[in-house]
């Protein structure tokens, strides 16, 4: 087998060999064991009394014996008065939906929307997922939303809400509605309605994670105030300046799944693979997937824009910029050339939301003559349509007494807002405050009425998240609490006699159903586009723009901006999971590990180690970052990859009001953005920071299951993929020893299916989605910051970090004495692989389970019998990959903890199919035994041999990336059949002969070879 | 004596029937028109009318004095909506009455027209006391095979107290023997060896240690399989029959009128619940069924508790909002952690539902048959072989298999049908 020299590492603790690191990996379980917390009372940290002890042991065993003796337990069966003709007890039905832009299927049973999938129909998405997707089914549950509306703090009926507001409302003068971005043709025609009503009704845009500077800039460049669609998937080169595209930025699921295109097994196979250039300030997701990646501070960010400008213009005859210069000059040369080589098929995006930085990437693209083949201007895209200069005027309005009424939609800028404080304080200036907010949040808490609207699965709504593509919204619960949805509120305020659901119906039949073609009548049309999800008109052809302004005077502006920077620069940035906040009290977010850092239930300061040690500040500290006015306390995170002089703290959270889960999460970074230009901007150049002395401690779980540093990466370059032969070492597979010495029997693997799995590391790009979709379907605990600190998160499928180090030059280093001598953590490449159970041939974890709860079944899998485990722990003593789970306590029923379950509501989200583990049983991925058995038996009854696809186990569904292949390996025309033959394909450990059931591919990266 | 009384009772009962009817026949040849108008009415009426009560339509007693013209009050049976038509106030009236529900036609004779009028008319004119007499019969059973706790309370401490009267009076009867025997000046060491022998009995047991030990062990023995036994038993409910909030019986419907199992539990031959039918599904039949001839023509009180559940009102026939749920016991319970299929064994294996649920058709109260634990499970996994012919789904699976390919029985344990993960997970 192959022998990496690459040394590859999850964390600095890891790296250094820390004592603390040391010892936690020699002892299988970090913590001795729990008994004392398990039997005290109140708080997990108090020691029990003998005295204690012996009671609970007495009623334990008094317990038992009198449920030995107990008669049948008298259980009540309920069924339906008038059964729904839809529904069976027992079956799934699916729905389709859109959540946020994204085509859903969502799966009720028994009329409780329980897991979200995918919509393959979908044209944007295309059946990917991602982790807030995933997640937004328990947002529906949620107890801390409002049961009922509410005015001036007290419970009220919709009649008296009504009566108040439409009294408010004639008198008012000067109305306002701030909302987020509304994607809702409907919605939109509803608020122009309200607005003929109460003609002095302005609609008010604001996105806490603003877009503005991109709309404005190709207003500016192009005349077309839009955001674009992007064809990340025509793109050959890409290049990102700070655009988190697989992650937060604008529609990551989409180009998630357009960017694997031309990077997974099928592109590889024939030999291409796009190349991605990342310059960046944090290390984002993005950055971890790119090819080549380069720090540098965000004050340099539109200066390298600018330099990638000027040189792409000096080879095509443009005119340069002058005074422009960035210590990178070679690379961006470098990067330059690829792109001109890739011309018409290469991208340029940024992050940034400065309208300056914005015109002159759209003025690069334009020289590239990327509009209309990678940028699609005419096919806008509505996902982000916030306009930060119309808020700056609203707060203006507020403050100057103008305002008599404002409504709030989706947005809760009291929180989100750059001067959350100001902004409260203007708004005790405006007469009526209304808000749609489903729960008492931060600008819910300032209004006079909080009319809470409803959940996306609990009403009508449709979406066009870009133009020519419509889905609907259906409900698929009556609303769980007593709320309205927003629309039909505004609807009853301007004395509409229209219900929400037929206003959408006759928009579309309006609006919509004359644009599409190929339909019996507008009936047959809804019909359709319920049933599919989706509806497409036809698309415009994208034209070529080119840009003609002249650039100077946005040069001059990006390089004054880029003066005056101090020592320390600060970004803000959106998280992976949390986003801006808006789903801040979702436990599977918060304990979803960042898909970097590997950080739960906080934020933090990110910032490099080298730099972190020049300015003396220790791990496990807090401190005190300071920009302008605000003054944050922040724990610290060492980040490898973060650029030198910098911070990066995100956003969402450090909610006060948003519920049980979420309250006091983090720290609320938006006290940071500021006001540049007329639109926000996420990063700061003058900020200080201060070490404190105050100890604290991340949930981080980034060393928390480790191989002690054993061989189970393989990353190989495109050249030595596309070439091997001219390379040292031969090809994978070849290298698997093919004598295998067993002192088992083998077990038979033909006949039966056997299931397997295949995991491309090249299309991974370790988003999180199969975390959530796991926990969703397999009814995973959540079990909060203080268990996850002990290393106890239940996770079955965690997504493994590795860093390894690059010199500037771009060699690795392989040597571990040669860390000491790096310059800094800046030049660090990232490899994500998701591990779940590996189901075994030869499991280790079975021979030593001493009451055989743990064996292997004829089609592969590794079984674990919940009932009959005793709870010994040898099984995940002996496991490898360390993917075995112990329930330390019942974490269901446990109120220490802070679960999902015990949500008066959330049970109901709850896979019936699949057994809540209780305490002192081991766990661990099943391969979705429940869906095996689901479509086995589907099969059975249509009397019909399984096909490929009709076993998807719940992380390869969730995927956007399509990177987790499932199925069964015995039949030769399955997929994964074929990519476990793939020549990529490797086996972790298979040095040790276990057998595993996944098999991995190598990751591929196309770098530039010096 | 009891036997003796119950069976002449039965006797003269059957005489003074068999009597009536006699006297029934020779006395009115209409009775014999009754009859077959019994069977009409029956067949074709009683969805929508009963006799003194008002159903869909009006009471039919006194019909006939109701309408003036007995030939348009045949028409009308016939072909209502004609006669509506003709201009007949009564009828038109009647019509508005009923919220202008159509009566349908029927096709029937002259003569089945006679017989049927001549049924209400006999039906009508009975007096309501012979109806009731049933009832208050039924009522008498159930109140004599009554038994409960306070009978069988009253009976423990009855025998308690007989006990310690027994005690007590032997305690007497041994005193007084002794102050006689010594008042007859029997020597005291009588009495102490009388003590002594029966002391001699235990010293017996020390002279035979070996035979005690035996013993013992063999005590022990059967008490620890006894035991054993018990443990294993624990929580294993076969014969549970919890009482259900409406006395519903499974041998009336499966049994007696043939109703499939699937009718009702609609969900077992595709879902994983066999699902407990919702109250919509008893309107099907019990919209019209209403066994008012068992119950002195009122509605039976336990199919009025399905109306209750709907707040369905069969005056107007409307349904209300004050619905309230059926809570029925489940009879059948397998823990969380065993999940269970249905559609596998039903659909896919062919096993019929009295396998596992016993003769319900046969079953007044349903209890449970088998004993729903997991050896029982595996056994039947064992034991039964799959049916795989004809299904597609085990065509390769079979053909790669070595055991089939050797002519052997293939069952589902062969297939993993022991395996632990196929039913808990």
Same mark, same amino acid.
């Given at each position: ?1010 | ?246 006395? *519903?019986? @499974?041998?009336? $419907? ?6 499939? !199992? #699937?009718? /009702? %539990? ?73 999940? *269970?299929? @249905?559609?596998? $064994? ?6 019929? !539902? #009295?396998? /596992? %649920? ?68």
């Amino acid at each position: 087998m192959e022998n990496n020299t690459k040394k590859y590492w999850k964390g600095l603790e890891e790296l250094h060999q820390s004592p603390e690191f040391v010892k936690n990996s020699k002892n299988e379980f970090a913590e001795e064991l729990p008994i004392e917390e398990l039997l005290s009372e109140s708080k997990v940290n108090n020691p029990t009394p003998r005295r204690d002890f012996l009671k609970a042991l007495g009623f334990g065993m008094s317990a038992v014996a009198l449920a030995a003796c107990n008669e049948a337990p008298v259980k009540r069966a309920i069924p339906y008065l008038i059964k729904p003709e839809e529904i069976t007890p027992g079956i799934a039905n699916y729905y389709t939906s859109n959540y946020n832009g994204l085509g859903v299927l969502v799966k009720t049973r028994e009329g409780r929307p329980i897991k979200i999938e995918g919509n393959p129909n979908d044209p944007i998405a295309k059946g990917g997922t991602d982790a807030v997707a995933q997640a937004s089914v328990l947002d529906l549950y949620d107890s801390s939303r409002i049961k009922n509306p509410m005015m001036k703090g007290a419970d009220a009926t919709w009649e008296n809400v009504d009566k108040f507001v439409k009294e408010a409302l004639a008198t008012a003068t000067n109305v306002r509605i701030v909302s987020n971005t509304i994607m809702s043709p409907s919605t939109k025609l509803v608020i122009a309605d309200f607005a003929v009503k109460y003609p002095s009704t302005k609609h008010i845009t604001f996105d806490a994670s603003s877009y503005s500077g991109m709309i404005n800039a190709n207003n500016n460049s192009f005349g077309k105030a839009v955001i674009p669609s992007y064809n990340f998937d025509k793109a050959d080169v890409i290049v990102s300046f700070g655009a988190d595209f697989l992650g937060t930025w604008i529609s990551p699921v989409e180009y998630t799944k357009q960017y694997v295109q031309n990077r997974n097994n099928k592109s590889l196979e024939a030999k291409k693979m796009s190349r991605h250039v990342q310059f960046e300030t944090i290390l984002s997701l993005t950055g971890t997937n790119a090819d080549s990646r380069y720090t540098h501070k965000p004050s340099q960010q539109g200066l390298a824009v600018l330099a990638l400008y000027n040189a792409i213009a000096s080879k095509t005859g443009a005119a340069a910029v002058a005074g422009v210069s960035v210590p990178f000059e070679k690379i961006i040369n470098e990067t330059a050339n690829e792109l001109l080589n890739a011309k018409g098929k290469s991208l340029v995006v940024c992050g940034s939301n400065d309208v300056s930085v914005q015109v002159a990437v759209n003025a690069i693209n334009s020289l590239l003559g990327n509009y209309g083949t990678t940028i699609d201007l005419d096919n806008a895209s509505y996902q982000k349509q916030g306009n930060d200069a119309e808020m700056i005027d609203f707060v203006a309005e507020m403050n100057a007494g103008k305002i008599d009424a404002v409504i709030f939609y989706n947005t809760n800028p009291a929180y989100n807002y750059a001067k959350g404080a100001e902004f409260a304080e203007a708004l005790k200036k405006v007469k009526t405050k209304v808000s749609f907010a489903d729960r008492a949040d931060e600008t819910a808490l300032l209004c006079d009425v909080i009319a809470p609207s409803t959940h996306y699965l609990e009403s009508w709504d449709d979406v066009s998240a870009k133009r020519g593509v419509y889905s609907v919204v259906q409900p698929t619960i009556s609303p769980v609490y007593n709320a309205r949805a927003a629309q039909s509120s505004l609807l009853v305020w301007a004395d509409a006699t229209l219900d929400y659901f037929t206003y959408i119906r006759n928009n579309w039949e309006k609006n919509v159903y004359p644009q599409a073609s190929g339909f019996a009548g507008f009936s047959a049309f809804w019909d359709a586009a319920l049933q599919t999800g989706v509806v497409t008109t036809t698309a415009i052809t994208p034209q070529a723009y080119s840009f003609n302004n002249n650039l100077s005077a946005v040069a001059q502006t990006i390089i004054a901006a880029s003066k005056n920077a101090g020592k320390i620069e600060v970004v803000v940035y959106e998280s992976v999971g949390v986003r801006d906040g808006a789903h801040a009290n979702n436990p599977w977010l918060l304990e979803m590990p960042d898909p970097v850092s590997k950080v739960t239930w906080d934020n933090y300061a990110a910032i490099n180690p080298k730099f972190a040690e020049e300015l003396g500040i220790k791990e496990n500290t807090k401190v005190d970052v300071t920009v302008g006015t605000a003054k944050l306390s922040l724990p610290v995170l060492m980040q490898p990859g973060q650029a030198m002089g910098t911070i990066g703290v995100a956003m969402g959270y450090g909610r006060t009001n948003v519920g049980k889960a979420g309250n006091g999460v983090g720290v609320n970074a938006f006290p940071f953005v500021t006001l540049v230009n007329g639109t926000f901007q996420y990063f700061n150049t003058n900020a200080t920071v201060t070490a404190t002395s105050e100890a604290y401690e991340l949930a981080q779980t980034q060393t928390h299951h480790t191989y002690e540093g054993r061989d189970i990466i393989r990353e190989k370059s495109l050249k030595e993929y596309a070439h091997p032969e001219k390379h040292e070492g031969h090809a994978e597979g070849e290298g698997h020893s093919k004598e295998n010495v067993d002192l088992w029997a083998a077990y038979p693997r033909n006949g039966h299916h056997h299931w397997g799995m295949a995991v491309d590391l090249n299309s991974c790009t370790g988003c999180g989605a199969c975390v959530v979709a796991c926990s969703a379907e397999n009814n995973v605990p959540v079990v909060g910051r203080d268990e996850v600190r002990r290393r106890r998160e239940m996770h079955w499928i965690r997504i493994d970090r590795y860093y390894t180090y690059e010199s500037a030059e771009g060699k690795d280093i392989t040597q571990e004495k040669e860390y000491n001598n790096v310059e800094n953590y800046e030049n660090v490449k990232v490899i994500h692989q998701p591990l779940m159970c590996q189901h075994c041939d030869h499991a280790p974890c079975e021979t030593v389970c001493p009451v055989l709860a743990t064996m292997h079944s004829s089609e592969g899998l590794n079984q674990m019998a919940y009932n009959r485990c005793v709870g010994t722990r040898y099984c995940a003593n002996n496991c490898p990959y360390k993917v075995r789970r112990f329930n330390w306590f019942n974490y269901w029923n446990d109120d220490r903890f802070v679960n999902f379950l015990q949500d008066d509501a959330a049970y109901l989200a709850l896979n019936p199919d699949v057994t809540t583990r209780s305490r002192g049983v081991m766990e661990k991925c099943s391969f979705c035994a429940q869906r095996i058995q689901a479509g086995k038996l589907s099969a059975k009854i249509e009397k019909r041999a399984l096909k490929d696809g009709d076993v998807q186990s719940a992380c390869q569904q969730g995927c956007p990336a399509n990177a987790i292949v499932f199925g069964d390996v015995n039949d030769p025309e399955s997929e994964v059949s074929k990519l476990i033959k793939s020549d990529r394909t490797y086996f972790l450990l298979e040095e040790i002969n276990v057998q595993p059931g996944v098999g991995y591919m190598t990751k591929v990266r196309n770098t530039i070879e010096a | 004596m009891g036997f003796h009384l119950s069976i002449t009772k039965k006797l003269s009962v059957r005489t003074i029937l068999m009597l009536t009817s006699f006297v029934l026949t020779f006395t009115s040849v209409k009775a014999q028109d009754a009859k077959v108008g019994e069977g009409i009415f029956k067949a074709n009426c009683t969805s929508c009318h009963a006799i003194d009560r008002q159903v869909i339509g009006p009471a039919l007693k006194d019909v006939d004095k109701r309408w003036a013209d007995k030939g348009l009050l045949k028409k009308f049976i016939v072909a209502s909506q004609e006669v509506i038509k003709s201009g007949d106030k009564y009828a038109a009236d009647l019509f508005q009455k009923y919220n202008g529900t159509v009566m349908p036609n029927h096709n029937l004779s002259d003569a089945e027209l006679d017989s049927l009028l001549a049924y209400i008319k006999t039906e009508g004119d009975k007096p309501a006391e012979v109806a009731a007499a049933p009832a208050a019969g039924a009522a008498a059973g159930t109140d004599g095979t009554l038994v409960n706790n306070y009978t069988i309370g009253g009976l423990i401490l009855l025998i308690v107290v007989l006990l310690v009267v027994m005690v007590v009076l032997n305690r007497v009867n041994g005193s007084l023997d002794r102050l006689i025997r010594m008042k007859n000046g029997e020597a005291l060491e009588n009495f102490v060896k009388v003590v002594k022998e029966k002391i001699s009995n235990f010293k017996w047991m020390l002279r035979n240690k070996k035979k005690v030990f035996w013993f013992l062990l063999l005590f022990m023995g059967a008490f620890s399989v006894w035991g054993w036994d018990q443990m294993w038993n624990i929580n294993v409910n076969t014969g549970y029959q919890p009482t259900q909030p409406i006395k *519903f019986s @499974h041998e009336i $419907h499966a049994g007696l009128n043939q109703v499939n !199992c #699937q009718y /009702c %539990h609609s969900g077992a031959f595709k879902s994983k619940n066999a699902s407990i039918p919702s109250a919509n599904v008893c309107m099907n039949c019990h919209n019209y069924v209403q066994a008012t001839e068992k119950y002195n023509g009122e509605i039976s009180p336990e199919i009025k508790k399905i109306y209750t559940a709907l707040d369905y009102n069969p005056e107007t026939r409307t349904y209300g909002t004050n619905t309230k749920p059926i809570e029925w016991i489940r009879v059948h319970n397998l823990p969380d952690f065993a999940y *269970f299929n @249905h559609s596998q $064994h039903t659909t896919v294996a062919g096993i019929a !539902c #009295q396998t /596992c %649920h016993g003769p319900v058709q046969a079953m007044q109260e349903v209890s449970q048959f088998a004993p729903l634990t997991m050896v029982w499970c595996i056994n039947c996994h064992k034991a039964t072989e799959v049916k795989s012919k004809g299904n597609a789904y085990y065509d390769k699976l079979l053909a790669t298999h070595e055991e089939i390919k050797k002519g052997k029985k293939v069952t589902a344990a062969m297939l993993g049908g022991l395996e632990c993960v196929k039913c808990h997970y």
